[in-house]
């Protein structure tokens, strides 16, 4: 196990085979979180870069198995933020809390036209600041139209390449279409990031390792990857959720094969363990999101139990955040944070 961790560090890559071998070996996993960090302060440094996270809308049109925002939820109050709102949310993360980078997370909701999202956009940019989209599925042609409104990056999970997993727990959606936004985002022109969950029922190891040559593969400037965690009012409830420590060992195999990429400590991950960012932080990951939504819409953007309050509100969230990147040695980041894999294209 060693050599072929040893083979990941020199070369970044690995085989199907050698990535589930390792996924699958329990006592290499501290030597694996060591060499990923050392990997990321090789290609990325010690800056940890933040981005504020803020949730305008937890309406969707989607009903993923395993998401407490999916359309057949009627347990929890919908909101839709307007464009004031949005806007001053963004203008106190950056003004007052000084963050460089606006994240735009919503559910699938064809409330927002592009023609609304693209003056949100351009509101934004005016405070300037890197802006990211995390909004899903559209045509090529509203993803050059947020592209041109100034947006820069792009998350959409591909959540899990096993094509067969992901029909049977994002029904109604298709897999084709998912890998098609993906390109379409790429040809957009935008900063990709995409990533996967983490034990939903039926993942393996193979699967894992097939999500990571995936994200090889596409070319993907940023990855999150999530543990899987049950929500109540979902038809997964009784499912047994994913562990952190899996979700560790495939973000640590996805910084050692994509050296370069931006890898966020997830909310996920500290959902599951009071330093579960720590750990992501010294395995591999270089970025943090800290959530900017005040916390009367957060508790309903509800993904899973317990997101809602890590960090408590924004200004808390921020504070500790900073204290964790100092405590560990860590300094946070003074630019955009673009991923140093897309600024070398
Ligand atoms: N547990 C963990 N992550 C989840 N997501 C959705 N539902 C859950 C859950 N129950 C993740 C998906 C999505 C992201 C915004 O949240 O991966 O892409
Ligand atoms: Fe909607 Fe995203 Fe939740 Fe799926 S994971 S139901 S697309 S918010």
Known sequence: MHKLIQKAVVEHNLSRAELTEILQDDSCKTE????????RRRYVGDEVHLRGLIEFSNICRNNCCYCGLRRDNR???????????????????VLKMGLKTIVLQSGEDLFYTPEVLCRILRRIKNL???????IGEKSLQEY?????????????RIETTDKEL???HDPGMSWEQRRHCLHD????????????????????????????????????????????????????????GGTLDMALRVM?????????????????????????QRQALQSGA???????????????????????????????????????????????GTGYGASKHFQKK
């Open 32 to 39: 694996l979180f060591a060499a990923a960090d050392e990997v």
């Open 75 to 93: 347990n929890i109050k919908r909101y839709r933020m307007d464009e004031e709102t949005v806007c001053a949310l963004a203008e106190h993360a």
């Open 128 to 134: 300037d600041v890197a802006v990211t989209l995390s």
């Open 144 to 156: 050059q139209a947020y592209k041109q409104a100034g947006a820069d990056r792009f998350l959409l």
């Open 166 to 168: 992901y029909l049977r």
């Open 185 to 240: 985002l790429k040809t957009a022109g935008f900063e990709l990031g995409t990533g996967c969950l983490v034990g939903l029922p039926g993942q393996t190891t193979e699967s894992y390792a097939d999500d990571i040559l995936f994200f090889k593969q596409i070319g993907a400037d940023m990855i999150g990857i999530g543990p899987f965690i049950p929500h109540p009012d979902t038809p997964l409830k009784t499912a047994a």
């Open 252 to 276: 640590a195999l996805t910084r050692l094969l994509l050296p370069d990429i931006n890898i966020p400590a997830t909310t996920a991950m500290e959902t599951l363990a009071k330093d579960g």
């Open 286 to 332: 270089n970025v943090i999101m800290p959530n900017v939504t005040q916390v009367d819409y957060r508790r309903y953007y509800d993904l899973y139990p317990g997101k809602s309050t890590v960090g408590g509100t924004p200004d808390k969230a921020l504070e500790k955040v900073k204290n964790l990147i100092s405590a560990i040695g860590r300094q946070v």
